[in-house]
């Protein structure tokens, strides 16, 4: 069975669970906050992989490190590395917040410019977004990039809104050189 198709049995099941406790906001946060430690700090991963330390050690370690988080949080932490599984988290949890948002009616996207947008500029942007995208709210991380020269870029789901200055003067270019064959 593929990585995909078991980190997203994983993100399913946890979403029901949370669905029933009614802790699907407080899941999400504390599964992000998993998937920063584990992005972040590289050697972890590495103890947590490495085959002298037994099963229990690990669990033990888990549970030391996220000992603030749930403990149905910890418990599948500690589930993916007993099965080695660990591989799949980023995608599971990206499986998960994902069903939350979709169950909540929320979407995240990302929005690179030149400059850093204002709050008025963001609340703008994030209820155009919301009406095009027919969710109830937008909530997107702004990523400054200059070299995109003007204009904006959206990415939300699988769709990309290239409005951007380097982007038009690129597809400019293609389609030159497109009839000069």
Known sequence: ???AVVAK???EALFQLGEEKNLLDQYAEEFRTVQEVLQTHDELLTYLQHPQMNKQQKKQFI???FKALHRDIVHTIQLLVERKRLNIASSMIDHFIQ???DAKGVAEATV???RKLSDEEREALAGKMAKRFHKQSVTFH???DPSIIGGLKIHIGNTIIDGTISG???RLK???SATNK
């Open 1 to 3: 069975m593929s990585e």
């Open 9 to 11: 049995r994983y993100a």
């Open 63 to 65: 549970q030391n490190i």
């Open 99 to 101: 069903l939350v948002n």
């Open 112 to 114: 690179y410019s030149v």
């Open 142 to 144: 702004n990523v400054v």
């Open 168 to 170: 038009k003067l690129n």
């Open 174 to 176: 293609r389609n030159i």
